[in-house]
T-cell receptor, first 116, second 109 residues
Framework: GAVVSQHPSRVICKSGTSVKIECRSLDFQATTMFWYRQFPKQSLMLMATSNEGSKATYEQGVEKDKFLINHASLTLSTLTVTSAHPEDSSFYIC????????????FGPGTRLTVL | EDQVTQSPEALRLQEGESSSLNCSYTVSGLRGLFWYRQDPGKGPEFLFTLYSAGEEKEKERLKATLTKKESFLHITAPKPEDSATYLCAVGPGAQKLVFGQGTRLTINP
């Protein structure tokens, strides 16, 4: 149980384009989903927290107009990186938490974004 | 400010050589200490949650313990497949996790 998927696993795009990443909880309903960013050999940095049907809460320093988050249902959240630039290249990871999972977050496999 | 510090940053062991990883934390209100394993290019894999000082949990060759200021992840007789980065995180508030920098563990055959 508690499986989270992400799609795509890897994406390469040109500077200025937008990229959408999907995060799905496969076998449970996720009341809350989280989006993290991880640079090489660094730890995970929380970008934003989203609850189904409400606006995401962004961490300090994260541009909400650049990183659009939509939590459309209890099993799906999307992160759209708008007008991507090379400095947005990173490993993006989502996680999900359900009512029966207490405080435990279960992570997706991650999406490697490379902006040329 | 909530903070998590892991040590050592990297650790190399021979197969079968037991050791411990440390996670020190300061948090306004602990709502769980979490251990994850992360393989290169993959998302973190959940290992343990500890909620109160004195609590211990085991899974195969791994054992996690918790005090009021730190947690240890003990690895007994490790195998090469235990090589990974081990992440510690605390939950200061409802569901929000603060991660440490991780310990990169390498087990040589």
């Amino acid at each position: 149980g508690a499986v989270v998927s992400q799609h795509p696993s890897r994406v390469i795009c040109k500077s200025g384009t937008s990229v959408k990443i999907e995060c799905r909880s496969l076998d449970f309903q996720a009341t809350t989903m989280f989006w993290y960013r991880q640079f090489p050999k660094q730890s995970l940095m929380l970008m934003a927290t989203s609850n189904e049907g409400s606006k995401a809460t962004y961490e300090q320093g994260v541009e909400k107009d650049k990183f659009l988050i939509n939590h459309a249902s209890l099993t799906l959240s999307t992160l759209t990186v708008t007008s991507a630039h090379p400095e947005d290249s990173s490993f993006y990871i989502c996680s999900a938490n359900g009512a029966r999972e207490n405080n435990e977050q279960f992570f997706g496999p991650g999406t490697r974004l490379t902006v040329l | 400010e909530d903070q998590v510090t892991q040590s050592p940053e990297a650790l190399r062991l021979q197969e079968g050589e037991s050791s411990s990883l440390n996670c020190s934390y300061t948090v306004s209100g602990l709502r769980g200490l979490f251990w994850y394993r992360q393989d290169p290019g993959k998302g973190p894999e959940f290992l343990f949650t500890l909620y109160s000082a004195g609590e211990e949990k085991e899974k195969e060759r791994l054992k996690a313990t918790l005090t009021k200021k730190e947690s240890f992840l003990h690895i007994t007789a490790p195998k090469p497949e235990d090589s990974a980065t081990y992440l510690c995180a605390v939950g200061p508030g409802a569901q929000k996790l603060v991660f440490g920098q991780g310990t990169r563990l390498t087990i040589n055959p």
